[in-house]
């Protein structure tokens, strides 16, 4: 790695962060000059900013890693995967919220949070400073409340409320344990705390990596503090539960990549066993809980719980092993366009909101039934997707690593995901219900439920949801070629 650079030296290296922040301000600034009916501008502005920085995150990913700032923001492999993944990503969820805030009086305001919560994800990744950590905490969750409560209606209220409770809750959580770490090392640079931490009282290192931990896990939607994930995923709309569950959850992971590879590293607490265990937590937990689910947005949430179970893996070998960075870059990649694909799938039939519904809604389009089999067969880890590469890779990596234990744990969930993803592609091969309509009434009774009738699907989600399903692929049949393009050798 580079030395440390500060000052005009360092501003080049944040490129690809300051497209975005320009991409919000002048996106802000052009909707205020805008009439309503033509907000689709600020759209394609802020499209432009998100393009613009995956191509600058994509030009310096092969370059050297080096910090920056005196140390607090780093430029690596992992940061750059992180830009690059999150600003495809936002592009992307930005033209699949249009038609859900296309009209709504604080449409500009909507991509503009948008754009402000990838900013903190990035953040989140690149932290090399507990104080950046928290700061990037904060950023990444302040907007994600305005955007799920974004329809004000009486169930984003009440999802908003609990996400926002939820995060101050935890956000105390990080902030003792920040307190704990500076005072056991006086110092909060990640380089410096590897250094000071091993000699520092047990105690107080027990409390500051449990307060740290809690911050991120929280931010990636792991168990224990997962309890929001159903709840705000249920309560919004499928296109703001698609980036609330993905986008936030990317640099949270590698947050707790950072943290383990580097100030955690040479602790005397068994911090790898510590996130293997939350890892096993997650995918069991998120497993069991998504069996009884009817809800399509539900099922998906308790199946992103699971995934951060996966994800935790290569975080518990970030220290152990070389084969953890490429693990966690193609999975990250592959996780992204899949999940994102199985949310489009939701938003393409928006008051569908149960399996039953869902497969009476889009009885007549076929194609939108494959695209949805290739993605959650996706997440389940099915040859040739990107998501099963990944999670060769991160099995790989968890077993160089000295985790068996967690490899057969992982499989073993694995194949149990399978059959919940099965009870919604079945119906949807059919068309007939998959449990008797009474069953099924009662959850999805309301406004957005459309049980008994065929509706429109909308275009622009079907597009997004058929675009990840064929990139899912080609990402797993081409994985090799680009990691090997992407990652330094």
Not at 236 to 265: C, D, N, Q, S, W
Not at 285 to 307: C, E, M, P
Not at 362 to 383: M, N
Request: glycine content about 10%.
């Amino acid at each position: 790695m580079t030395g440390m650079s500060g000052g005009g030296e360092a501003w080049p290296a944040l490129l690809p962060e300051a497209l975005l922040l320009l991409g919000a301000v002048g996106g802000l600034l052009l909707g205020l000059w805008t009439p309503q009916q033509r907000q689709w501008r600020v759209r394609l502005l802020v499209t432009a900013a998100c393009l613009a920085s995956a191509v600058a995150a994509a030009i310096a990913l092969p370059e050297p890693a080096e910090r920056v700032f005196e140390g607090t923001w780093v430029v690596d492999t992992t940061t750059g995967v992180v830009r690059l993944v999150v600003a495809l990503g936002v592009a992307v969820l930005v033209w699949l919220a249009a038609p859900s805030v296309a009209g709504h009086p604080r449409e500009t305001e909507a991509y503009v949070l948008m754009l402000l919560g990838a900013l903190g994800t990035i953040g989140l990744a690149a932290s090399g400073d507990l104080l950046l950590l928290v700061a990037a905490y904060l950023l990444a969750s302040v907007p994600l409340y305005a955007l799920a409560g974004f329809a004000k209606d009486s169930a984003g209220t009440e999802a908003t409320m609990k996400y926002y409770l939820m995060g101050a809750f935890v956000g105390v959580l990080l902030l003792v344990g920040v307190a704990a770490l500076v005072l056991a090392s006086g110092t909060t640079g990640y380089l410096e705390l590897a250094d000071l931490l091993p000699e520092a009282s047990p105690a107080l290192l027990a409390l500051g990596v449990l307060g740290v931990l809690a911050g991120v896990a929280f931010k990636a939607g792991a168990v224990p503090v997962h309890f929001w994930v159903p709840d705000v995923t249920a309560g919004t709309t499928p296109p703001m539960a698609a980036y609330i569950t993905t986008i936030p959850k990317i640099g949270a992971v590698a947050a707790a990549f950072r943290l383990v590879a580097e100030p955690f590293a040479d602790l005397p607490l068994d911090v790898p066993l510590l996130v293997a265990v939350i890892a096993t937590a997650s995918m069991t937990l998120g497993n069991l809980a998504a069996f009884a689910q009817t809800d399509v947005l539900r099922l998906l949430a308790y199946s992103t719980v699971s995934q951060v179970g996966y994800l935790f893996m290569v975080v518990a070998v970030a220290a152990r092993t070389d084969l953890a960075v490429p693990a966690l870059a193609v999975y990250l990649a592959g996780y992204a366009v899949t999940n994102i694909g199985a949310f489009a799938a939701v938003a393409a039939a928006p008051a569908a909101r149960t399996i039953t519904d869902w497969a009476t809604a889009v009885g007549r389009h076929r194609w939108i039934v494959v695209s949805l089999v290739v993605c959650l067969l996706g997440l389940v880890g099915t040859p040739p997707t990107a998501v099963f590469v990944g999670k060769l890779a991160v099995f790989t990596a968890a077993w160089d690593g000295a985790l068996a234990w967690l490899v057969v744990v992982a499989a073993i969930n694995t194949v149990a995901s399978l059959f919940y993803y099965l009870r919604w592609i079945a119906p949807g091969f059919a068309g007939v219900p998959a449990t008797p309509g009474g069953a099924e009434a009662a959850t999805g009774s309301g406004a957005r439920t459309a049980a008994g009738t065929a509706q429109r699907t909308e275009p622009v989600p079907v597009g997004v949801l058929h675009g990840a399903a064929v990139v899912s692929v080609l990402l797993g049949l081409g994985a090799g070629s680009w990691l090997a393009f992407a990652l330094p050798s």
